[in-house]
């Protein structure tokens, strides 16, 4: 990154741990997302309105070559923002998907540009034909049998490395869902065995 992290308290008491896991995430953003120029945050905690409680809000703005990416996470009436962690979180992985949507925008073929975001899977249900991801970012992601490109649904273990595409219109009952998912390494094994070779 070009210019250093600026990280902002607006309302509130400035807080190390805050600070820190701001800087943590930032730098998983970076990791995936290398050309990212600057990132400011600002976190801040609106006056209570009615029974909303005390909810945090954060304000990711990040230059990248050509754009700048804004993320503001408007607390509305999403009690789990009463905790600054999740609200942090939350903006992170909507700062993460919209990273990822500028790469896939500016991506003439599937040559040129970035990989889709990768993972690994934390959870298969066989049987059940769906499974979840934790993404680079720490965000889980779910998968149906259906969105494995390669039809190596079963093969698919916890641990598995996978590389995955995620549309935001595209939401399921168990939250963001993955449209495609690749197997990473091992999904070049699935050739059939024992198939006799020309003599």
């Not at 959870?123 to 889980?140: C, L, M, Y």
């Not at 598995?160 to 219109?169: C, I, K, M, N, S």
Request: glycine share 8%.
């Amino acid at each position: 990154m070009e210019l250093p992290v600026q990280v902002t308290f607006q309302d509130l008491e400035p807080s190390d741990s805050v600070e820190s896991l701001i800087r943590e995430k930032v730098a998983k953003l970076e990791e995936f997302h290398g050309r990212i120029i600057s990132c400011r945050v600002a976190v801040s905690q609106p006056r209570a309105r009615g029974r909303n409680g005390h909810l945090y809000k954060v304000r990711i703005d990040l230059a990248i070559p050509g754009e700048e990416i804004v993320v503001s996470r408007d607390p509305g009436i999403d009690h789990s923002h009463e905790n600054v962690f999740v609200a942090i979180r939350d903006a992170f992985d909507a700062a993460s998907r919209q990273l990822d949507e500028h790469v896939d925008r500016h991506r003439p073929g599937a040559a040129k540009g970035r990989n889709p975001p990768h993972g690994r899977i934390t959870q298969i249900f066989h049987t059940k034909d769906h499974g979840f991801i934790r993404s680079a970012t720490g965000e889980d992601v779910y998968f149906h049998r259906n969105s494995v490109t390669d039809g190596s649904f079963d093969e698919l273990a916890v641990g598995t490395e996978v590389r995955f595409a995620v549309a935001d219109v595209v939401e399921s009952a168990n939250g963001l869902q993955a449209t495609s998912v690749t197997p990473l390494g091992k999904h070049h094994v699935l050739d059939t065995p024992a198939t006799p070779r020309a003599g």
